[in-house]
């Protein structure tokens, strides 16, 4: 393992050296590029050094045991042998993960859509708590999120909204949420007390920048138009609301939370290119969960992953039969443990993927 430990090593010292180059930092692209790579590859040089420290540690146990000249320092040694082999386990496969050639989009910031399928107001209604559970998740994690459009539901929540999120590898943590989240509980429009059952689709696009995706101007048809909702006397007087075409695929993008039409087209070109670069991201997806079989991350967008069911008190991840008895906190924000359990599964199956080169 210090081999493969020191070849990382010699190209953290090359990244060192590059970010600091002023062709480097001019090249918009290719700094931005390394930098995230200095970042994750200090992670790993942080990891190297307590290894060499365990490491030698042991090294240096044997020796004095081996003497055992000392009765005091071969206890102290004993002692420290101990610890240090304690640690050592967890610590390699730390590293080994580590050393896994990481997502390149997990570091990216993400765009969210939280749409309400079948069940009516109920299903908008889920969708609007669904949107305060990720906002109060990502609040704990100290992410900024901003809204982008919405949709209101007619008896409260929402029919869609989108919202952005800004912070450190958001994609990496939220793409797990992608799929059909599925609520069963008494709709507050139900005067009988029967239990029903609705949906909402969460899709978490991750935020492409402008060298990931190339648009041509000549395939985008832009619409203004006056906002709705709330935003003082601009609304339903000015065309601040922009709505984007993509001529060649179909998608849509709209923005209207902004006053200023310049900030909602801007906002807007964003969606539309996270939208593109999700469109072959799922290709890739799809085809890299087909070759190993996984359930946790797929490019599926319509598979049911989970379920609040409200009389039991419980959510259940499909993927992995993960049952927990705590909905009211996870509803409430608590969703990393379910997050956790997921990407364990995953790193699982990656480090199985890989175990033949280490």
């Known amino acids: 393992m210090i081999d493969k430990l020191n070849i990382v090593k010699q190209r953290f010292d090359e990244v060192s050296d590059l970010i600091i180059q002023p062709d480097i930092i001019t090249d918009q692209e290719r700094y931005v590029k390394l930098t995230k ?16 420290e365990l490491t030698n540690n042991i090294a240096e146990a044997e020796e004095i045991i081996a003497d055992g000249s000392d009765a005091e320092m071969l ?16 610590l390699e496969e730390d590293i080994k993960l580590m050393l896994i050639p990481k997502d390149p989009e997990d570091a990216k910031d993400v765009v969210v859509e939280i749409r309400a399928g079948t069940g ?18 990502c609040e704990s994690k100290g992410w900024k999120t901003n809204v982008i459009d919405l949709s209101e539901g007619t008896s409260g929540g929402y029919k869609e909204i989108q919202f952005e999120v800004s912070g450190t590898d958001v994609y990496g943590t939220l793409k797990f949420e992608a799929g ?86 801007d906002k ?7 939208r593109l ?7 890739k997806q799809e085809a890299d969960a087909a070759k190993r079989n996984s359930q946790v991350s797929s490019g599926d967008r319509s ?29 409430d924000g608590d969703v990393q443990r379910i997050i956790d359990e997921l990407s364990f599964v995953e790193n699982t199956e990656k480090l199985r993927e890989a175990s033949e080169i280490f």
């Open 37 to 52: 790579e200095y970042k994750d590859l200090k992670n790993l040089m942080d990891k190297r050094a307590e290894y060499l």
């Open 75 to 90: 206890e102290m040694a004993k002692m420290q042998m101990e610890e240090a082999k304690g640690g050592l386990p967890k």
């Open 120 to 137: 009516g107001d109920e299903a908008s209604i889920f969708a609007g708590d669904l949107f305060r559970m990720y906002t109060k998740y």
């Open 180 to 265: 059909v989240h599925r609520v069963q509980r008494v709709p507050q429009t139900e005067t009988q007390g029967r239990v029903h059952t609705s949906a909402a689709t969460v899709m978490v696009l991750p935020e492409a920048e402008d060298f990931d995706v190339q648009i041509d101007p000549k395939d985008v048809r832009i619409d203004f138009f006056c906002s709705s909702g709330p935003g003082g006397q601009s609304v339903n007087t000015t065309y601040s609301a922009v709505r984007l075409t993509h001529i060649p695929t179909g998608l849509v993008a709209q923005c209207q939370d902004q006053k200023s039409q310049h900030k909602n087209k």
């Open 268 to 274: 807007a070109f964003r969606v539309l290119r996270s």
């Open 277 to 283: 670069y999700d469109m072959e991201l799922a290709k």
């Open 303 to 331: 598979a049911k992953i989970r379920t609040y069911n409200y009389p039991q008190g419980r959510v259940t991840d499909h993927r992995i039969g993960l049952t927990l008895y705590d909905l009211s906190n996870i509803i």
